[in-house]
Every structure is written in structure tokens, then in C-alpha cells.
């Protein structure tokens, strides 16, 4: 047997502590043991692809879902799915969800004090092309106060969620706004080690924006490469 | 060119109107080879308190062991409507339920071959890090031959271990901390 394994990523690195006190929620729900190592195995190396998933036209438009168009700035959020050699992830599902213009989620537990857009969800999904592109139209989100720390406000954010191309390769993960003051004092963005924390940055692209239409932002996604030498077995 | 891995960020609580469209609760549609399964995780705090906004994410092999996946190259047959994934969040008590067929045993890199098991994904808000963790079946005479959870120390080995209840209901539940720390794997 000859199987192809992923590379690891070296811890304090890339990845929060899962522990990271300063985001309270974390203290209770953080293993304190740490994780057994797992030789990857199919199990590992196989994940699921989704390539049955049928999207509907325009579930990467998040701002037609409904009848009329959403309040806020329209902006395109676009990039590639590429792996650690740079190699794109072909054909990835791409998810991602958020709040309206005003912070305000589509969710019966957001209780924040601001108002619904009964035209905006906040969910779209996309399939990256063999390239590993992908594109969406949405609008830009608000910030939002939440209770980890008097006066905390979440830094404007967009949750994406990714498959690639294994169990291994899963991750969920947030896209931030350039330059924004409140990515400082957010306790979620800054639980990632310091010079990694730019890669959740999305870049102002101004080649992508569309005259008299909308902005544009590019977020490119990293998932774990594979190691070069394929690990011999039998 | 080589790139830097994008950082890993909480799920948030507020993920449900969204990937509520990809829920599969029921992965095994009618027809589907093997014996039907349902599975029942409960997810708790280090407090033992519930989590009922977590996400679970499973993915297994189908009932011959063979993986719908194009690395699993192996001439076992595929099943049509069983791609192995399912995704559910956790209920007001903390539950997430999934309907499927046993899986079938999946060979070790190093030679011979894995008890049946259910590879499993935990989100939660608070939650930064996806914590992957498996499923095995109480009683399965594999188990104490399975390398993956020889990898585990014998006392911490039950918290990956299903039991069925009285109704046939394969339960198991995540601790993400305290006394009973679910066994968490780094994959």
C-alpha cells in the first residue's frame, strides 16, 4: 500500500490554543489533555466531497435570496482554495454565513438590540472551480457587542466553512476586514498566533471591484498540503 | 509556492440558519446494504454541563468498508445514496441523532485492519479548533486488536466507545473536558 498522508501543522503556529482564556467561552469547552497523534489512515485521508451536493443558481448571491435587496454596501468577497504547495483544491464547497449591515445575525439567538433586514439571510454557498476560485456577492457585515468583556465587540467577520479534500483537511474559520480598529481588542481573532493572524485578513482588491456597483474584497484559503514523499507502508 | 495554513476560527453560535440547508441527519436511504444504525451523541462541557449549540459532523465508510472517496481505490463495492457524511447540530439536550448502516472494517496503513468506526467532528462556539474523534461499538471482539485505540491509554479508551441502550440506540457521549475528557485525536 501506498498512501499519501497531510502534512502537520506545527503547533503555535498557525492554530489557536484551544484554551485561550481571554475568549471566556473557551475555558470550558477546551480539552486539557492533548491530542493523540493519528497515523492518517483512509479513514483520515478520505473526507467527505460533496460532489453530489446540487447548488441552486445564485447561492453564492447572497444579497438575492429574497425578494428585494438587502441595506448595506454590496461587496464581492472572492479568492482561490489552494493548498500548502499552492496548488489549488479543485472544485471545494465553499460555505460561509454572517450578520446583516446593522450586526445583527438571521438567527432566533441573536438578541442584539439592532434591526432585522427581512432581505438578508446571511448564508450562501459556492463550488470553487477546478482552479479552486470562488466568488461571492454579499454585504458588508457590522460589528456587533457580545458578553465575553464589558464593552466587547466583535470585529465586522464572514464564518467560512470548508471541506477540501479529506477528514484531515476540514476547517472552519472567519474572514476579517483589513485594517479594522476592532481586530485589537477581539479576543476570537487574536487567540490565533500573532503572525498568523494577517492570513484571516482579507485584502481590499481593486482590480475585482465593479464601477457603480460594488467593492471588492480577496480572500485566498489555505488548507493542509501533502506531504512530498508518500509514506511506504508494506 | 508554498503558502501559510489559514488559522482555524470558532464556528459561533450563530451558524444555524445557514448550514442548516447541508443538515443530513439521515445519511442511509432506503436500499442502502447493511444494518441499520442510529446513532446518538451527546455533547457536554468540562463541567458536564450540555452544549446545545453545538455541530457534529460524521463520516464513515459504508457497510462493505469502503469509503466513497477516489482515494479509497480498493475493489469493494460502492453504494448508490450513501456518500458516508453527516452533519446535525445539537438539540436543546445537547443531542445530535444520525441515521445510518454500520460501517465496515478499513485497513491500517501498517497491515491488518481497523474496528468499525465513525470518524467524528465537534464545533461549538468556544470551540476554536476542530476536535475530531471516533466512534467505536460496544462489544465489536476488534476492539481490543484495533490500533488506533491502542494508541489510547486503556482507562480513557470507553470514551470512544458507543453503548446501545434499550431501544438499540448506539450512544456516546463528548466531554470536551472534566473527569470523562473524550479521547480527541490529532489527524
Same mark, same amino acid.
Given at each position: 500500500?501506498?498512501? %499519501?498522508?497531510?502534512?502537520?501543522?506545527?503547533?503555535?503556529?498557525?492554530?489557536p490554543?484551544?484554551?485561550?482564556?481571554?475568549?471566556?467561552?473557551?475555558?470550558?469547552r477546551?480539552?486539557?489533555?492533548?491530542? !493523540?497523534?493519528?497515523?492518517?489512515?483512509?479513514?483520515? !485521508?478520505?473526507?467527505?466531497?460533496?460532489?453530489? %451536493?446540487?447548488?441552486?443558481?445564485?447561492e453564492?448571491?447572497?444579497?438575492?435570496?429574497?425578494?428585494?435587496?438587502?441595506?448595506?454596501?454590496?461587496?464581492?468577497?472572492?479568492?482561490?482554495?489552494?493548498?500548502?504547495?499552492g496548488k489549488?483544491?479543485?472544485?471545494?464547497?465553499?460555505?460561509i454565513?454572517?450578520?446583516?449591515?446593522?450586526g445583527?445575525?438571521?438567527?432566533?439567538?441573536?438578541q442584539?438590540?439592532?434591526?432585522l433586514?427581512?432581505n438578508?439571510?446571511?448564508?450562501g454557498?459556492?463550488?470553487?472551480?477546478?482552479?479552486?476560485?470562488?466568488?461571492?456577492?454579499? !454585504?458588508?457585515?457590522?460589528?456587533?457587542?457580545?458578553?465575553?468583556?464589558?464593552n466587547?465587540?466583535?470585529?465586522?467577520? !464572514?464564518?467560512?466553512?470548508?471541506?477540501?479534500?479529506?477528514?484531515?483537511?476540514?476547517l472552519?474559520t472567519?474572514?476579517?476586514?483589513?485594517?479594522?480598529?476592532?481586530?485589537?481588542?477581539?479576543p476570537?481573532?487574536?487567540?490565533?498566533?500573532?503572525g498568523?493572524?494577517?492570513?484571516?485578513?482579507?485584502?481590499?482588491?481593486?482590480?475585482?471591484?465593479?464601477?457603480?456597483?460594488?467593492?471588492?474584497?480577496?480572500?485566498?484559503?489555505?488548507?493542509?498540503?501533502r506531504?512530498?514523499?508518500?509514506?511506504?507502508?508494506? | 509556492?508554498?503558502?501559510?495554513?489559514?488559522?482555524?476560527?470558532?464556528?459561533?453560535? *450563530?451558524?444555524?440558519?445557514?448550514? $442548516?440547508?447541508?443538515?443530513?441527519? =439521515?445519511?442511509?436511504? @432506503?436500499?442502502?446494504?447493511?444494518?441499520?444504525?442510529?446513532?446518538?451523541?451527546?455533547?457536554?462541557?468540562? =463541567?458536564g454541563?450540555?452544549?446545545?449549540?453545538g455541530?457534529?459532523?460524521?463520516?464513515?465508510?459504508?457497510?462493505?468498508?469502503?469509503?466513497?472517496?477516489?482515494? =479509497?481505490?480498493?475493489?469493494?463495492?460502492?453504494?448508490?445514496? *450513501?456518500?458516508?457524511?453527516?452533519?446535525?447540530?445539537?438539540?436543546?439536550?445537547?443531542? &445530535?441523532? *444520525?441515521?445510518?448502516?454500520?460501517?465496515? /472494517?478499513?485497513?491500517w496503513?501498517?497491515?491488518?485492519?481497523?474496528a @468499525?468506526?465513525v470518524?467524528?467532528?465537534?464545533?461549538?462556539?468556544?470551540?476554536?479548533?476542530?476536535? &475530531?474523534?471516533?466512534?467505536?461499538?460496544?462489544?465489536?471482539?476488534?476492539?481490543?486488536?484495533?490500533?488506533?485505540?491502542?494508541? $489510547?491509554?486503556p482507562e480513557?479508551? &470507553?470514551?470512544?466507545? @458507543?453503548?446501545?441502550? @434499550?431501544?438499540?440506540?448506539? /450512544?456516546?457521549?463528548?466531554?470536551?473536558?472534566?473527569?470523562?475528557?473524550?479521547?480527541f *485525536?490529532?489527524?
Open positions: 500500500m501506498n498512501e %499519501e498522508t497531510y502534512r502537520r501543522p506545527a503547533a503555535g503556529q498557525h492554530h490554543a484551544n484554551r485561550s482564556p481571554d475568549y471566556k467561552s473557551t475555558v470550558s477546551s480539552p486539557s489533555k492533548p491530542a !493523540i497523534v493519528l497515523p492518517h489512515t483512509l479513514s483520515e !485521508i478520505t473526507g467527505p466531497l460533496l460532489r453530489a %451536493e446540487r447548488l441552486d443558481a445564485g453564492n448571491d447572497l444579497t438575492r435570496r429574497r425578494m428585494g435587496e438587502p441595506l448595506g454596501e454590496r461587496i464581492v468577497v472572492h479568492g482561490r482554495v489552494l493548498d500548502e504547495d489549488p483544491v479543485p472544485e471545494a464547497l465553499v460555505e454565513w454572517q450578520c446583516n449591515a446593522a445583527r445575525y438571521h438567527h432566533p439567538g441573536d442584539h438590540d439592532a434591526p433586514d427581512p438578508f439571510y446571511g448564508g454557498r459556492a463550488r470553487a472551480g477546478t482552479d479552486g476560485t470562488y466568488r461571492f456577492i454579499t !454585504i458588508k457585515p457590522g460589528a456587533y457587542p457580545w458578553k465575553n468583556h464589558y466587547a465587540w466583535r470585529p465586522a467577520h !464572514i464564518h467560512f466553512s470548508l471541506f477540501g479534500p479529506a477528514f484531515a483537511t476540514r472552519i472567519q474572514m476579517y476586514f483589513p485594517q479594522d480598529p476592532l481586530l485589537a481588542f477581539d476570537i481573532y487574536n487567540s490565533v498566533p500573532e498568523a493572524r494577517p492570513r484571516l485578513q482579507a485584502a481590499f482588491d481593486m482590480d475585482a471591484t465593479q464601477p457603480e456597483w460594488a467593492l471588492a474584497y480577496r480572500f485566498d484559503i489555505v488548507l493542509r498540503g506531504n512530498a514523499t508518500p509514506m511506504e507502508n508494506t | 509556492m508554498s503558502r501559510a495554513l489559514t488559522p482555524s476560527q470558532t464556528i459561533g453560535p *450563530f451558524y444555524f440558519g445557514t448550514v $442548516v440547508n447541508a443538515y443530513r441527519h =439521515d445519511l442511509a436511504p @432506503a436500499g442502502v446494504a447493511g444494518e441499520r444504525i442510529e446513532i446518538a451523541l451527546t455533547l457536554h462541557d468540562a =463541567d454541563a450540555i452544549v446545545p449549540d455541530l457534529l459532523e460524521i463520516w464513515q465508510a459504508n457497510s462493505h468498508g469502503r469509503y466513497n472517496h477516489p482515494e =479509497d481505490r480498493r475493489n469493494l463495492p460502492l453504494d448508490a445514496g *450513501f456518500e458516508g457524511y453527516g452533519r446535525a447540530s445539537t438539540d436543546t439536550r445537547g443531542c &445530535a441523532r *444520525f441515521g445510518t448502516v454500520k460501517p465496515g /472494517r478499513v485497513p496503513p501498517g497491515g491488518g485492519l481497523q @468499525a468506526h470518524n467524528v467532528s465537534v464545533f461549538a462556539r468556544g470551540v476554536l479548533n476542530r476536535l &475530531a474523534t471516533r466512534l467505536y461499538f460496544d462489544g465489536d471482539p476488534a476492539l481490543a486488536e484495533d490500533p488506533a485505540l491502542n494508541l $489510547v491509554e480513557r479508551r &470507553a470514551t470512544l466507545i @458507543a453503548k446501545r441502550d @434499550a431501544t438499540g440506540v448506539w /450512544r456516546l457521549p463528548l466531554y470536551l473536558g472534566g473527569p470523562n475528557e473524550t479521547v *485525536f490529532d489527524c
